[in-house]
């Protein structure tokens, strides 16, 4: 089947409207049309090859949104005009112990929905930015929100997860002083989520201009991170930190705010290493540092519904697909509240 899509022939090039083929509904195969696709931060690393291995033609996209169209004979769990999902993740082994865990996140072989090998044309997955999709049924996730709020809930297939994820693994919860590094389409989600939980919540910024938004987004408290004033009225307070900023900062002056046994969750990926942190800043208060990726299809799911329940969406601005470019660059300069997402419809102009 040929569909319309955006996406890139070359590192060193703009996405372009292209045609790509998807292979038809096997077995256990669900086919969506797609409604929306949220745009992510890492989409531009991989379309301009700022991370190694870019296959090309790439179609990015893997926060996508639509209906059920078609399924193989084999599917039980979906049919025909079900809203659906589908996240980062389309393929793994289906056996190993991540994936009999829940955990095809954690898989060697996971494959994700775009710049991944596969058997279907051209060698590798094929992204979002795109009309159809088809993947395995296991793959894909139910939409329980409200239909208008549908474009609003693309973004939480991939920066939902990725922030839902960590505080569900550290058991944030009632009672908790959370903390929250960056505002912006990780972080905003990270703060809705948090506050949800019942935690205490603490926004960390470097703009004094965010201050209001966070305190809108739910947070209890927003810090300044430039100010020593308020980071050091903050020591020792906070028992989990989930830090969403991606370009390399220094670790320790937030490891200084944990309490004993505290632990700071890193899920930005920096494209150059953080500074090396101070050892004893761990030693001293039995700290950790450690990361978080995504999250198994199961606990995607748990997350959709979990937002479905709290009436949490992302905070989005809906976009063209000819606009993409543009937003691109607007996303690098930090102008988006919070996630840009495609208006799928676009490509059929």
């Known amino acids: 089947m040929m569909t319309k899509a955006y996406g890139a022939h070359a590192g060193d090039r703009p996405l372009e409207p292209m045609e790509i083929t998807r292979r038809t509904p096997g077995k256990h195969d669900v086919q969506i049309d797609i409604a929306y696709c949220g745009v992510c931060h890492s989409d531009i690393h991989q379309a301009r090859s700022e991370w190694a291995g870019t296959l090309y033609p790439c179609v ?31 393929d793994s082994c289906q056996h190993c112990g991540e994936c009999d865990d829940g955990l095809e996140n954690y898989c060697d072989h996971m494959i994700g929905t775009y710049n991944f090998p596969t058997p279907d044309a051209p060698g590798h997955t094929l992204g979002g930015y795109s009309q159809h999709i088809v993947v395995h049924q296991r793959y894909v996730l139910r939409i329980r929100h409200p239909e208008p709020q549908l474009a609003a809930v693309a973004p939480l297939l991939c920066a939902g997860i990725t922030t839902y994820s960590p505080l569900r693994h550290w058991q944030v919860g009632r009672g908790d002083k959370v903390g929250v590094v ?9 703060i809705k989520l948090a506050h949800a939980m019942g935690a205490h919540v603490v926004a960390f910024t470097t703009s004094e201009s965010k201050r209001d938004a966070a305190l809108a987004l739910g947070a209890d408290e927003v810090v300044v991170s430039r100010d020593a004033e308020e980071m050091a009225a903050q020591s020792k307070r906070l028992d989990f930190i989930l830090n969403t900023v991606a370009a390399p900062h220094d670790l320790d ?23 090396s942190p101070q050892v004893m800043n ?27 329940e709290h009436g949490i969406v992302a905070d989005i601005e809906m976009i063209r697909a000819e606009d993409i470019n543009g937003a691109y660059e607007r996303m690098l300069a930090g102008d988006v509240k919070y996630r840009f997402v495609i208006d799928n419809a676009s490509l059929a102009l």
């Open 60 to 90: 990015p996209g893997h926060e996508i949104v639509g209906r059920v169209a078609a399924v193989g004979s084999g599917v039980t769990g979906f049919q025909e005009g079900d809203l659906v999902g589908v996240g980062c993740i389309v």
């Open 182 to 190: 960056g505002i912006g389409g990780l972080g905003h989600m990270g």
């Open 253 to 275: 002056a937030f490891m200084a705010l944990l309490k004993r046994d505290g632990t700071m969750a890193l899920v930005g990926a920096p494209a150059s290493a953080h500074p």
């Open 282 to 308: 761990l030693i001293a208060k039995r700290r950790g540092i450690a990361g978080s990726m995504i999250g198994g299809i199961p606990e995607t799911q748990e997350m959709l519904d979990f937002c479905a």
